[in-house]
């Protein structure tokens, strides 16, 4: 079993910056690919970030390219989201995800992440 446990979201102006931390607890005897996704009212969880099992490799969205990074440490067991520049269209509630399978890209479909966190909800102000 994986516990997830998102923090750091909250309001915001347009144009500022959260960092998004998600915890990982339970089984700790490997890494694993993880991701972040969003979901905004009225809309389908999209992808956001990921970063390979291995850590070498990230990817991004088109919508987020150039101003989020992903990035982990693996001491602390935690996943982070540096976000920077934001719109009022990155509003959503926020979700790390944790995907068991060791392949060397990670999904950018949510429903091949294995567990999921609570989410943290976003608001960016215009």
């Known amino acids: 079993q994986v516990q997830l446990v998102e923090s750091g979201g909250g309001l915001v102006q347009a144009g500022g910056s959260l960092r998004l931390s998600c915890a990982k607890s339970g089984r700790t005897d490997r890494f694993y690919a993880m991701g972040w996704f969003r979901q905004a009212p009225g809309k389908e969880r999209e992808f956001v970030a990921a970063m390979s099992w291995s850590g070498v490799s990230t990817y991004y969205s088109d919508s987020v390219k150039g101003r989020f990074t992903i990035s982990r440490d693996n001491l602390k067991n935690t996943l982070y989201l540096q976000m920077n520049s934001l719109k009022p269209e990155d509003t959503a509630v926020y979700y790390c995800?944790?995907?068991?399978?060791?392949?060397?890209?990670?999904?950018?479909?949510?429903?091949?992440?294995?567990?999921w966190g609570q989410g943290t909800q976003v608001t960016v102000s215009s």
């Open positions: 995800a944790a995907d068991l399978s060791i392949v060397p890209t990670p999904a950018r479909v949510p429903s091949l992440y294995d567990y």
